[in-house]
């Protein structure tokens, strides 16, 4: 009978946590979702069921357009986050692919320095990185959030990346370099191409975590024209004590949807970055 | 053939090169060494100039008193000294460790659960998978503002919902974020709501890589459920388990988004997290020396937990 699936074992063991699963990851969805879709009357209203929407209404989200530059945040953090994930890849193969296949002094000593520079929060810098910015009189400029955000992304690019261009084989470069090919030629044309999957996990990787950023661009970014979406509803859309809820979470529902997009065609590959380093190494 | 007067003006400097040259460079630049480091080059100096310059001046700050805008004055370790008399850090400390204890503990467990619920057959395990990590893809400040509204004492959800069972009367529910006890307890909770899905999943991929053979023979042998799980599952898991939760002990334990959006560190200091003391007392307050030395004051955990790594990894 062992390892039989009855019907009840079946509920006890599957269903029943998943479902308990499905309502703790989603509610908090739900409940910012069904906020944003109902008017303050019905917001505030004590004796209003909280989990129903009797008028759905999109006052809040026209409210959001009109009076707040929430449009310039999503493009400001779409900009910010294309532009420092492509850097990120960039550095981060430049970094990856000798390391990874080939042979130097001091290569061990510099995979080392990579890993450790992945585990150094930002909490740790972000004092003298406040200043630094400053005297560098890029205070107040995205350029500030381009630059500092790969710090944060390349590291991990780069690890990640050492992994997928280590399990192709030696021998493919070497007959690339025998048939008369510069080493630059089998690495561009030989052995990048056959890591799409790792850059399209890397890239991903970095694109969710730049548009997460929120320390650096708190930091930075204090004209409003020029703010990202996290530190502009947390800078304007919270004013004092004044809470307007159904504008806030229609804010917050709508900054989430870009990533979840993006998010929901490359699944397979944000998991297998997410894993990676865990799972392989 | 070209009669454009610049490239006929350049042609004779090109031929003036001597022919050996130009192929010995390339052959220079083939060597793997070179190669390598002149690849290296620029990422290298990169994170040296954005990463190493300000972690070294972050350690020269943490020596001078430097007001914002003001000359810097040297002070030995007299910031240090503030902090060790400061009874707001320690409570900050003594926050930090309870906070990412708590918070690992719950995620370990939970991922474990989640990771051996979803090792299953069933229909749709990819988008299962997919909306499940939800919580952990959508930018953190967004669904804590979410959870701030949950929390809310007057008409946030979970108040909405005692007062509709009528366990409690309108005004009269528990003040998720303003009494310190359940203000911490607020905290953990997101947290753990936030990297619940990490753990899951990625323990999940370490299952997916126990060949099912081993559970066939253990089954043979006449182990039950629980002891296939604490005598073949359970060890072979270890290595992911551990460097996940240590991931996890970095990232939780240097929290600063969370607890600066939820409570901003209130009330009265129940909820300061190192990060987000560092920060009060950097940026808020502007004394650029005593933030960095409350950052810097974080390090040790981080070589303890680095050192941790490192051995483990060596023994495997």
């Not at chain 1, 294309?82 to 990856?96: D, K, Q, R, Y």
């Not at chain 1, 890239?203 to 930075?220: C, D, P, S």
Request: proline share 6%; charged share 10%; with cysteine.
């Amino acid at each position: 009978m062992v390892g039989e699936l009855t019907w009840s074992r079946r509920l006890v063991g599957l269903w029943l946590p998943l479902t308990l699963l499905f309502v703790f990851a989603l509610f908090p969805f739900a409940w910012m979702a069904a906020t944003s879709l109902k008017a303050n009357a019905e917001l505030y209203d004590p004796t209003a069921n909280p989990l129903w929407i009797r008028h759905p209404s999109l006052v809040h989200y026209i409210d959001l357009f009109k009076e707040t530059n929430f449009v310039v945040w999503i493009g400001n953090t779409m900009l910010v986050a294309t532009v420092s994930t492509v850097i990120s890849l960039l550095l981060g193969v430049m970094l990856a692919y000798p390391l990874a296949r080939m042979r130097f002094p001091a290569a061990g000593l510099l995979a080392i320095t990579v890993a450790v520079t992945y585990l150094v929060p930002q909490t740790l810098l972000f004092v003298p990185m406040a200043d630094l910015i400053n005297r560098m009189k890029l205070g107040d400029t995205l350029t500030a959030v381009m630059l500092t955000y790969p710090t944060l992304l390349v590291p991990f690019c780069a690890w990640l990346l050492i992994g997928y261009f280590k399990t192709v084989p030696k021998e493919l470069e070497e007959a690339a370099l025998i048939d008369g090919a510069s080493r630059w030629r089998a690495m561009t044309r030989v052995i990048l191409p056959l890591c799409t999957p790792g850059f399209l996990s890397a890239g991903i990787f970095a694109f969710t975590l730049a548009q997460n950023e929120f320390l650096y661009a708190l930091l930075f970014l204090n004209t409003s024209t020029i703010r990202t979406v996290p530190v502009g509803v947390t800078g304007e859309l919270i004013r004092g004590d004044a809470f307007y809820w159904g504008q806030l979470m229609a804010a917050a529902f709508l900054g989430s949807l870009p990533v979840v997009l993006i998010y929901s065609f490359f699944v397979k590959y944000y998991v297998a970055g997410l894993t990676a380093g865990s799972v392989k190494g | 053939m070209s009669t454009n007067p610049v490239l006929e003006a350049a042609r004779p400097a090109t031929r003036a090169v001597p022919a050996g040259r130009p192929f010995r460079l390339r052959e220079w630049l083939e060597r793997e060494a070179v190669f390598s480091w002149l690849m290296l080059t620029p990422p290298l100096l990169f994170l040296l100039a954005f990463l190493g310059y300000p972690f070294c001046y972050g350690v020269y700050l943490s020596f001078v008193k430097r007001p914002v805008a003001q000359p810097a004055t040297f002070v030995g370790l007299g910031n240090f000294v503030n902090l060790w008399n400061d009874a707001i850090f320690w409570q900050a400390v003594w926050n930090t460790f309870r906070f990412t204890a708590a918070a690992t503990v719950l995620k370990l467990v939970g991922g474990l659960g989640m990771a051996l619920v979803m090792h299953q057959n069933f229909k749709l395990k990819g988008m299962t998978r997919a909306l499940l990590l939800l919580p952990f893809i959508v930018p953190t400040v967004l669904s804590t503002v979410a959870w701030q509204w949950i929390f809310d004492p007057g008409m946030g959800m979970f108040n909405r919902l005692l007062m509709f069972f009528d366990l409690v009367k309108q005004n009269q529910g528990p003040s998720w974020l303003g009494n310190p006890t359940l203000a911490m307890v607020s905290v953990i909770l997101v947290n753990t709501w936030r990297g619940l899905p990490f753990f899951g999943i990625t323990i999940l991929a370490g299952l997916q890589t126990i060949p099912d053979e081993l559970m066939e023979s253990a089954t043979i042998d006449g182990a039950g459920t629980w002891a296939r799980f604490r005598y073949v599952t359970l060890p072979l898991l270890m290595p992911v388990i551990f460097i996940v939760t240590t991931f996890s002990i970095i990232f939780t334990f240097f929290d600063f988004q969370l607890v600066y959006v939820l409570t901003g560190g209130g009330p009265a200091n129940a909820t300061h997290l190192m990060a987000t003391y560092a920060y009060s007392v950097g940026m808020s307050s502007g004394q650029l020396g005593m933030g960095s030395a409350a950052a810097l004051a974080m390090v040790p955990v981080l070589g303890v937990v680095l050192l941790m790594m490192s051995s483990y990894v060596r023994r495997a």
